[in-house]
C-alpha cells in the first residue's frame, strides 16, 4: 500500500521552531515533488510549500515566506517543513503529499497524501 506519514508536529510556544518529516511507505519519494498542506479548524486546505523531486527547486506560499523553508534529505526519500519564528495563525493539520506535477500549488494536483500531524502554536 501506497502511503507517506508525517511526523514531528506537536504543541510549540510562539516564536518557537518545528521540523516536520514526510516518508514514504510502499514507494519512494525520489522520483516526485513533495508538497506541504495545512488545514486549520474550519478553514480549507492550504498550499504552504512545494520542492522539486531534485531538490532543486521550491516554492514557498507567502503567508509563511521568510519562515518557513522545504528540503530533501540527501537519500531523497524524506522531505522536511523547516517552521520557525511560529505564530498562532499556523496552528492546523499539516500534510505532506506526492505529485507528478511541477512544483503545483493546487492539492487537486497531488495524488497520494498522509494522514497529517497537528502543529499547535500556543503559550
Known amino acids: 500500500q501506497l502511503q507517506l506519514v508525517e511526523s514531528g508536529g506537536g504543541l510549540v510556544q510562539p516564536g518557537g521552531s518545528l521540523r516536520l518529516s514526510c516518508a514514504a511507505s510502499g514507494f519512494s519519494l525520489e522520483n516526485y515533488p513533495i508538497g506541504w498542506f495545512r488545514q486549520a479548524p474550519g478553514k480549507e486546505r492550504d498550499f504552504v510549500a512545494v520542492?522539486?523531486?531534485?531538490?532543486?527547486?521550491?516554492s514557498v506560499a507567502d503567508s509563511v515566506k521568510g519562515r518557513f523553508t522545504i528540503s530533501r534529505h540527501p537519500d531523497n526519500n524524506t522531505v522536511y517543513l523547516h517552521m520557525n519564528d511560529l505564530k498562532r495563525e499556523d496552528t492546523a493539520v499539516y500534510y505532506c503529499?506526492?505529485?507528478?506535477?511541477?512544483?503545483?500549488?493546487?492539492?487537486?494536483?497531488?495524488?497520494?497524501w498522509g494522514q497529517g500531524t497537528q502543529v499547535t502554536v500556543s503559550s
Open positions: 520542492i522539486s523531486w531534485s531538490g532543486g527547486s521550491a
Open positions: 503529499a506526492a505529485t507528478t506535477w511541477r512544483l503545483p500549488t493546487n492539492e487537486k494536483q497531488y495524488d497520494c
